[in-house]
T-cell receptor
Framework: QQQVKQSPQSLIVQKGGISIINCAYENTAFDYFPWYQQFPGKGPALLIA?????SEKKEGRFTISFNKSAKQFSLHIMDSQPGDSATYFC????????????FGTGTLLAVQP | DAGITQSPRHKVTETGTPVTLRCHQT?????MYWYRQDPGHGLRLIHY???????DKGEVSDGYSVSRSKTEDFLLTLESATSSQTSVYFC??????????????????FGPGTRLTVL
């Protein structure tokens, strides 16, 4: 059972456009929602994360929007650049000693010049 | 990659042979994790460790075992490799849980990965 559902599976955006990736979760006990960015041949790297006590978090061109009632969160990449081309994973966890992460299935983003 | 190395980086083996993957960290972080990454499945947790000799199962632990005899090393063993275990394996580490208000969170840092092919 997929606890974190991610869409779309792939996304093509023109340079300067907005990339939007969506995730939905089922477990209402989740209270930490990170996004990871992965380039080919590399391990995932934390991009930005949000807690459910805020509805939005922005870091540079990257913004997370969070809708607790809908159990959804999304990543927005403003002014998308070819260097943003990568695979993006959303994840979720619940607070506790080990904070195990449950990952979405990933979105392959291609930003065309 | 936050002081995390994985070895080997690539391995090809045959069905039925034992395989051990090593994760080494220089960050002295308490928590270590093994994930596998497969198309259409994202990253799935195999096993994790919350201290020396303290380990527990993740969501896809069947066919895998782990050991952690030192803080810096976390080994993943496939006792008898099968073709379904062909995957890219990532190790991750996490520092002590951070606390914000009444909740605690950790940030996981990933190694470069090991590509394993079981023929």
């Amino acid at each position: 059972q997929q606890q974190v559902k991610q869409s779309p599976q792939s996304l093509i955006v023109q340079k300067g456009g907005i990339s939007i990736i969506n995730c939905a979760y089922e477990n209402t006990a989740f209270d930490y929602f990170p996004w990871y960015q992965q380039f080919p041949g590399k391990g995932p790297a934390l991009l930005i994360a949000i807690r459910p006590d805020v509805s939005e978090k922005k870091e540079g061109r990257f913004t997370i929007s969070f809708n607790k009632s809908a159990k959804q969160f999304s990543l927005h990449i403003m002014d998308s650049q070819p260097g943003d081309s990568a695979t993006y994973f959303c994840a979720a966890s619940k607070s506790g000693a080990t904070n195990k992460l449950i990952f979405g299935t990933g979105t392959l983003l291609a930003v065309q010049p | 990659d936050a002081g995390i190395t994985q070895s080997p980086r690539h391995k090809v083996t045959e069905t039925g042979t034992p395989v051990t993957l090593r994760c080494h960290q220089t960050e002295n972080h308490r928590y270590m994790y093994w994930y596998r990454q497969d198309p259409g499945h994202g990253l799935r947790l195999i096993h994790y460790s919350y201290g020396v000799k303290d380990t527990d199962k993740g969501e896809v632990s069947d066919g895998y075992s782990v050991s952690r005899s030192k803080t810096e090393d976390f080994l993943l063993t496939l006792e008898s490799a099968t073709s379904s275990q062909t995957s890219v394996y990532f190790c991750a580490i996490s520092e002590s849980t951070r606390t914000s208000g009444s909740s605690s969170y950790n940030e996981q840092f990933f190694g470069p990965g090991t590509r394993l092919t079981v023929l």
